[in-house]
C-alpha cells in the first residue's frame, strides 16, 4: 500500500513563494501517476499539477507558468514548488498517487495524503 504524506504548508502574503512536499512509503517510480490538488471550502476540487507516467507534466491555465510539480525519485517525494501566489490560491492542497479521471491502473490507485493547508493572505 502506498502512504503519502505532505508537508510544507503555510500562510504566506500574495506574491510570495511556497514549496510543498510529499513523501511517500514506496518508490514512486512504481507510480503511474502522481499530482497535486487542492480543495478550498464550498468550491469543487481542482487539479493543480500532474506528474504524468510518461515522464511529462501537466498544468491547468490557473497554474500555468507559476506552479511547478517536481521529484526526487532517490528521497521518493513530489514537490510543488509555488510562486507568485495569490490569494485564490488559498486551499487544503492534496498530494494523489494515481488519481481518478488521469489514467488506468492495475495497481494501487485513488491514494490520498492528509493534505497541508496554504493561506494567501492580500
Known amino acids: 500500500q502506498v502512504r503519502l504524506v505532505e508537508s510544507g504548508g503555510g500562510s504566506v502574503q500574495a506574491g510570495g513563494s511556497l514549496r510543498l512536499s510529499c513523501a511517500a512509503s514506496?518508490?514512486?517510480?512504481?507510480?503511474?501517476?502522481m499530482a497535486w490538488y487542492r480543495h478550498a471550502p464550498g468550491k469543487e476540487r481542482e487539479l493543480v499539477a500532474a506528474?504524468?507516467?510518461?515522464?511529462?507534466?501537466y498544468y491547468p491555465d490557473i497554474t500555468k507558468g507559476r506552479f511547478t510539480i517536481s521529484r526526487d525519485d532517490a528521497k521518493n517525494t513530489l514537490y510543488l514548488q509555488m510562486n507568485s501566489l495569490k490569494p485564490e490560491d488559498t486551499a487544503m492542497y492534496y498530494c494523489?498517487?494515481?488519481?481518478?479521471?488521469?489514467?488506468?491502473?492495475?495497481?494501487?490507485?485513488?491514494?490520498w495524503g492528509q493534505g497541508t493547508q496554504v493561506t494567501v493572505s492580500s
Open positions: 494523489a498517487a494515481n488519481p481518478p479521471g488521469l489514467g488506468t491502473y492495475t495497481g494501487p490507485r485513488d491514494i
Open positions: 514506496v518508490s514512486i517510480l512504481s507510480v503511474h501517476v
Open positions: 506528474d504524468m507516467s510518461t515522464g511529462t507534466t
